[in-house]
């Protein structure tokens, strides 16, 4: 329904700070179009691609294509959906956007902003496996019902090692975790073999995770860019 999956877009006051954080990490860079007038970039690695946007601070925005995005308009508003903002016309770029329950951005837009990455799916970044989109929610029922009205399909995961409820898509998985935390904001999930040694190897390029005591029970790790999104990294079960 919501179209393809093409970035978790970001604001990042310094892209040349995030562009390198990201590239340290293992993300390879992807040519971007001029689509925008504010300074853009996109990293990926090969399963999430994520746009570092330099321009007014806007929260994390989960950004989908919708080819002939004005005729399917009234679908979404037929479902109770109330858009932020519509910026529709023959001189602008078309897109729309609105809030899930817990004020998480979606967009909508016509046409995707950046070349597909040639990089492969099966490759991975030093942070591990990316596995999902993590989401705060306030009430797992309410969120559950929001993204299964987008098409997702959503279980109860409250025996992994951080419980939440997965919902899952054909582009892209989302997590709907305990606004407790971690992560206390949008951010990314990925899993990882060997928890210390990935600890270990990130330490060596001057990458300090945060671990505190629960971190430790659950076998997991938070780093945090420069632009302050959340990169929660998990023990593989």
């Known amino acids: 329904m919501l179209g393809r999956f093409l970035e978790f877009s970001l604001t990042a006051p310094d892209i040349q700070a995030s562009l390198d954080f990201y590239c340290k990490l293992g993300f390879s860079e992807a040519q971007v179009g001029e689509t925008w007038a504010h300074p853009y970039a996109v990293v990926t690695d090969g399963r999430i691609c994520l746009g570092l946007h330099q321009q007014e601070e806007t929260e994390p925005t989960l950004t989908f294509v919708k080819p002939g995005l004005l005729k399917h308009l ?11 903002y519509r910026r529709l016309g023959n001189d602008v770029f078309n ?24 990089r492969s799916g099966t490759e991975t970044s030093r942070c591990g496996y990316f596995t999902e989109l993590a989401l705060p929610c306030a009430d797992a029922a309410t969120g559950k ?35 407790s935390g971690p992560p206390r904001s949008a951010g990314l999930r990925f899993e990882v073999d060997d928890i210390d040694t990935t600890l270990k190897s990130l330490a060596d390029l001057g990458i300090s995770p945060r671990r505190d005591a629960a971190a430790r029970a659950s076998r997991s790790a938070l780093l945090t860019a420069p632009e302050g999104t959340p990169l929660l990294l998990v023990a593989a079960s």
């Open 95 to 118: 897109e729309v956007a609105w809030k899930d329950p817990d004020g998480h951005l979606l967009r909508l837009i016509e046409a995707r902003t950046f070349s597909p990455s040639k």
């Open 74 to 84: 009234e679908v979404f508003e037929s479902r109770g959906i109330e858009f932020e």
């Open 145 to 179: 019902t929001f993204w299964e009205n987008l098409g997702f399909v959503a279980m109860e995961e409250f025996d992994d090692r951080l419980p939440h409820v997965s919902c899952t898509s054909d582009f892209i998985d989302l997590g709907l975790y305990p606004p």
